[in-house]
């Protein structure tokens, strides 16, 4: 009867390998977020696949927060999502490192776009909105044997999903003590977020949202945002600028303060002032790892974690960051006289 067993489990053994020998179609997924839409992991998932010259890699697309699915030319230097290939290419194009292949910046949960890769080669993949977020594909000739089937990767994504999305390490509470002195201060922590390399490339996960989403000051008081996370944020009040992108400026009405600092000064609640692209300081000092591939990044024109507003009338003052509203990320500042 043991004997059985064991021959049966062989035999489950071989099928499913045998499947994933002949896989012709492969799943990943580009991003995973909580319910709540604040905590976005900026991950491939997986982000290192080994695939058959010929094959196919489907990406689904489920997160609120866009990102893009993009192979690069060698050498060729890392374009704005805006700018793209240039452009974009349709679902379905292939790839084999002498044509860049680009989805575009999606924005519709449950999109697919698929990359078929023709010739075997290692090929870089890259988010054009977050340059934290790389994978690889290894694509192997169809007489090698691949490592993994498709319920590896499955299996793999869903336990790097999870870590990333209940990573303490991005929790906003550091602490009362420190939440204390902050109020005192009133600064705002914009964002929280960390970085994790794998074999495959780079992941990180950002909690987008204003730790403190209600301030209360009185009038002629300043309140600070300080970023410290790897992702950028703006903080914006009233009208938003058009189509923001990391490399919108400021409002004309910010100034900088000695220390760099941003600063606007806000007499109406009918203001508008936008603070331009906010993120921690590695972001300037390049102390944020970079992908290892050889592609050159083009850093938004920053470097500015801290932004000052000094209120100077009574009233409610709402504001947003122009990239995650849609994910939750606003907040108030209330002005007593
Ligand atoms: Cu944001």
Redesign the pocket.
Known sequence: MRRKLTWLAMVCGASVFSHATYAQSWQATAGAQSQDKGRQALAFLPNEIWIHAGETITWTFPTDEPHSVTFLKPGQVRPSFTAGCPGTTPDGSGFDGSVCVNSGRITTVGTNYAVTFPSPGNYRLVCLIHTNMTGLVHVLPPSEPLPHDQGFYDHQAARERHDLLSDHAAQPNSGEEEENSLIDKHAII??TGKLVSTPGGIQSVSL?RFMQPTITIHAGETVEWDSSDV????ITFGQEPPNVTPQTPPSANVFADPDGARHAIIDSTSDSVHSGFIAQAGHERGGVPQAPAPVAQVQPPVGVSRFRVTFTTPGTYPYI?A??DGLG?TGQVIVEP
């Not at 992702?231 to 703006?234: A, D, M, P």
Request: hydrophobic share 35%; glycine share 18%.
């Open positions: 914009v964002g987008m992702s950028g944020h703006t960051c990239f995650h990320m």
